[in-house]
Structures are given as structure tokens and as C-alpha cells.
């Protein structure tokens, strides 16, 4: 089976789940079925549509040959002539353009990666429907997608949903309950991270250390602290343990940090993200 995808909005996220699903590695003829031939995407105006088609251009061929149209202002068309579509407008324009496209919605599978919609929201459009929380480092394959079918989603379009999106990086299954805590967990997560490489930094600097080295330290650090536990499967709370040597330095600036509140902090403001993200699909 060949297939068109119509990305409708192709901003930052879209672009992102576009250049994953274009540089996929060369499927074998069983899984290359899951691939579209042609992905069409959908912009509002000119200027964003010429940025697709200039990112197109650094790109190599496909490895899954796809071709890729970027146009402007022919979203029903697109639609019209696809079989899957993502949704990657900002969630406050969702409505109107889907709205607009709405006739010609009707037995094509939706993958919506907007924050807040429900997935009963969008089946006023489809039955078919899957809700995705990706985020920004998507763009470099680094990404983390939390993803949530409707049950009308058949068995082989959950494999198509995984073979596509799972390229952004992660992919997890979860009951659409937990959506609005993957939104702030995973959606808002990169801010969190870089505010705390921020700080890591910005106590460099403060102690003597030049821009370029703290930000090359503190980087390394957070590289290289995320792999060690990937790798060990050991718990965090043994891992920071194991650095703390009784009376030393560390256990020192850990005391110093959970006087501070860092850690309810962190938990307390990804609780404020989930909160704000359930209200986006009310609105
Ligand atoms: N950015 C993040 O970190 C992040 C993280 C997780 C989830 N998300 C989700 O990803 C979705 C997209 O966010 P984003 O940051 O990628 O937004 P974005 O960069 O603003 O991209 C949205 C795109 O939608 C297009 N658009 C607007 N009106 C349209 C219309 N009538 N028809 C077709 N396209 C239209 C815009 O085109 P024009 O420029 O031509 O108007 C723009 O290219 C959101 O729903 C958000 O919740 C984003």
C-alpha cells in the first residue's frame, strides 16, 4: 500500500516529526508499507511554507524514497488526497482548521500533536484518532513521544503510528488519563532541563570558570549523568548516594539545594504544567 500523509501546520513540531519521518533508515518491503510515498504539508502563509521547502532542500533523498509538497492556503486539498493526517497547528487554531477540512476528514486516521485536545475532541472528526506529546529535540532524534490511541484505531494503524513517530526519538504507550502530566513531563520537559543546565552554567561563571567550558561542562554532566543511569538501571536516589562522600562536597551542596526547595520545586512547577495543560482542552 502506498499512502499521502497531509502534515496540516507545519511549524517547529512539524517540521520536527516531518525530518524523522523523512531520514528513517531504508525499511524492509514489509515495513516500508508504513511509510507514505508522499507527505503533503499545510501552512497558513507563503513565508512558512518557503521554510519547509528550504529545510526540504538540505535534506538527501529519502531513504524511503518520499516525496514532500509544501503548499500554503490548500489544506482540503491536501486532506482530500491523504490517508493520515497529523495535526500540528498551535492547539488555540486547531478548531478552525479543523473545522475547515472537516468534510473530508470522515474514515482517515488522525495524529494530533496538540496539547489539550482530547481525543474525544477529535473525534468529532474521525473515529480514528491518535494523541501525541512529543517535543522540541524531535528535531535532532533525541525526542520523547507519549502516545494514546482511540479504540477504533486498528492493530496496523498502531504500527504505522509507532513506525512513523517512534523516529522522533522515544516512544511510550499510555492511557490518554496520564496525557496531561506527559504534556507537562515531556512537552514542557526540555524548559526544565535547560533552566537546571542554565544554573549548572551560570555556577561556573559565578565561581571564575569562562562561558564556553562551564556551558561545555555542564552539558557533559547532564549527557553524561542521563546515561549512566539509561545504562546501570540503577535508581537515581543509589546513583547520587554513591557520589556523596560522607562529611565531603557533595552531600554538602545537596543539603544546601533541598534547603532551597530545587526538588519540590521541580515537582511542584511540572504539577502547575499538567494543571495549565488540562485546561487547554476545555477551552
Ligand atoms: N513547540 C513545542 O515545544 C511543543 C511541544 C509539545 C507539543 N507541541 C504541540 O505542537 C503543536 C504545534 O506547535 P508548534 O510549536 O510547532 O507551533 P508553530 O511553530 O506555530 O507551528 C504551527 C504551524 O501551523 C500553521 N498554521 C496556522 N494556521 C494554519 C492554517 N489555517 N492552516 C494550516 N496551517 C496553519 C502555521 O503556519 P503559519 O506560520 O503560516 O501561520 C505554523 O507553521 C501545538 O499544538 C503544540 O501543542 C509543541
Same mark, same amino acid.
Given at each position: 500500500m502506498t499512502y499521502t500523509l497531509t502534515i496540516l501546520g507545519c511549524g517547529v513540531m512539524g517540521q520536527a516529526v516531518l525530518s524523522a519521518i523523512y531520514k528513517a533508515p531504508k525499511a524492509t518491503s514489509v515495513i516500508k508499507a508504513l511509510y507514505p510515498s508522499k507527505i503533503i504539508t499545510c501552512n497558513h502563509d507563503e513565508p512558512s511554507a518557503q521554510q519547509v521547502t528550504d529545510l526540504i532542500s538540505t535534506f538527501e533523498t529519502s531513504p524511503n524514497g518520499i516525496e514532500v509538497v509544501s503548499t500554503y492556503g490548500k489544506n482540503v486539498e491536501a486532506v482530500k488526497q491523504s490517508d493520515v493526517i497529523i495535526l500540528g497547528t498551535k492547539p488555540f487554531l486547531a478548531e478552525q482548521v479543523l473545522n475547515g477540512v472537516k468534510d473530508v476528514t470522515s474514515g482517515? @486516521? *488522525? *495524529?494530533?500533536?496538540?496539547?489539550?485536545?482530547?481525543?474525544?475532541?477529535?473525534?468529532?472528526y474521525t473515529p480514528s484518532v491518535s494523541r501525541v506529546m512529543t517535543n522540541t529535540p524531535a528535531k535532532y532524534g533525541y525526542g520523547c513521544a507519549v502516545v494514546s490511541h482511540s479504540p477504533q484505531v486498528t492493530e496496523d494503524q498502531k504500527s504505522l503510528v509507532s513506525e512513523l513517530i517512534s523516529h522522533v526519538g522515544k516512544y511510550v504507550e499510555l492511557p490518554e488519563k496520564n496525557m496531561d502530566a506527559a504534556t507537562a513531563l515531556v512537552g514542557s520537559g526540555p524548559a526544565f532541563v535547560l533552566l537546571v543546565l542554565e544554573?549548572?552554567?551560570?555556577?561556573?561563571?559565578?565561581?571564575?570558570?569562562?562561558?564556553?567550558?562551564?556551558?561545555?561542562?555542564?552539558?557533559?554532566?547532564?549527557e553524561g549523568t542521563a546515561k549512566m543511569v539509561e545504562e546501570s538501571g540503577v535508581h537515581p536516589?543509589? @546513583?547520587?548516594?554513591?557520589?556523596?562522600?560522607?562529611?565531603?562536597?557533595?552531600?554538602?551542596?545537596?543539603?544546601?539545594?533541598?534547603?532551597? %526547595?530545587?526538588?519540590? %520545586? *521541580?515537582?511542584? %512547577?511540572?504539577?502547575?504544567?499538567?494543571?495549565?495543560?488540562?485546561?487547554?482542552?476545555?477551552?
Open positions: 482517515k @486516521l *488522525i *495524529i494530533s500533536l496538540a496539547a489539550g485536545w482530547t481525543i474525544g475532541q477529535l473525534q468529532a544554573s549548572l552554567m551560570e555556577s561556573g561563571i559565578k565561581m571564575g570558570i569562562p562561558l564556553k567550558e562551564s556551558t561545555e561542562c555542564a552539558l557533559k554532566v547532564l536516589s543509589v @546513583l547520587k548516594h554513591q557520589v556523596c562522600t560522607p562529611g565531603g562536597t557533595t552531600i554538602a551542596g545537596l543539603c544546601v539545594m533541598e534547603d532551597k %526547595g530545587v526538588k519540590s %520545586g *521541580i515537582i511542584r %512547577g511540572v504539577e502547575e504544567a499538567a494543571r495549565v495543560a488540562a485546561e487547554l482542552g476545555k477551552k
